[in-house]
T-cell receptor
Framework: KNEVEQSPQNLTAQEGEFITINCSYS?????LHWLQQHPGGGIVSLFM???GKKKHGRLIATINIQEKHSSLHITASHPRDSAVYIC????????????FGSGTQLTVLP | NAGVMQNPRHLVRRRGQEARLRCSPM?????VYWYRQLPEEGLKFMVY????????ESGMPKERFSAEFPKEGPSILRIQQVVRGDSAAYFC???????????FGDGTRLSIL
């Protein structure tokens, strides 16, 4: 079964803390997305990666293809980072659609 | 801002009515994907279309749901004879090519009375 597992489900942090959200998947993929969703809001694509590491501002995403694992890090977290973070994968072969994890609800307290 | 545009943002329908959800992809994007987010659940794939063609509809319910992406105009997700269980947020995403990043719209929140 093709599954995408995220941990933790919920995460509360103090402003300024370093945040890590994890994602693991069961079979080979061609790409992995990290997405952000604010309550009642749209979905913003943060990263798409197939190997290595990407950085944008305070956000860093890494992927280990052999371990079938990815992490999203937020440095110097801020209350405006509070949102649901979703990992999504595109499996190999002819698949083009994304398969999503259940999301991580992040709350950053001032 | 030439992002993915979805309308309406909110749609209320009574049971048995039809719902039409529209998605205009980003400029230059010819690949469109529809996803559904049921209350308290994760996002699930519904259908993948290119201009005038349905490529993969493996996530679409067999009855009452249809999608199109005509040569001119937006992609349309159509739900006939809506039921309470259709209440959800419907998101559209578009990409320039099949293996390119997908960009999401703000979604349409469908409520069935």
């Amino acid at each position: 079964k093709n599954e995408v597992e995220q941990s933790p489900q919920n995460l509360t942090a103090q402003e300024g803390e370093f945040i890590t959200i994890n994602c693991s998947y069961s079979v080979g993929i061609s790409a992995l997305h990290w997405l952000q969703q604010h309550p009642g809001g749209g979905i913003v694509s943060l990263f798409m990666l197939s190997s290595g590491k990407k950085k944008h501002g305070r956000l860093i995403a890494t992927i280990n293809i052999q371990e079938k694992h990815s992490s999203l890090h937020i440095t110097a977290s801020h209350p405006r980072d509070s949102a649901v973070y979703i990992c999504a994968v595109r499996y190999g072969g002819s698949a083009r659609q994304l398969t999503f994890g259940s999301g991580t609800q992040l709350t950053v307290l001032p | 801002n030439a992002g993915v545009m979805q309308n309406p943002r909110h749609l209320v329908r009574r049971r048995g009515q039809e719902a039409r959800l529209r998605c205009s992809p980003m400029k230059g994007h010819s690949h469109v994907y529809w996803y559904r987010q049921l209350p308290e659940e994760g996002l699930k794939f519904m259908v993948y279309l290119q201009k005038e063609n349905i490529i993969d509809e493996s996530g679409m319910p067999k009855e009452r749901f249809s999608a199109e992406f005509p040569k001119e105009g937006p992609s349309i997700l159509r739900i006939q004879q809506v039921v309470r269980g259709d209440s959800a947020a419907y998101f559209c995403a578009s990409s320039k090519g099949a293996n390119q990043p997908q960009h999401f719209g703000d979604g349409t929140r469908l409520s069935i009375l």
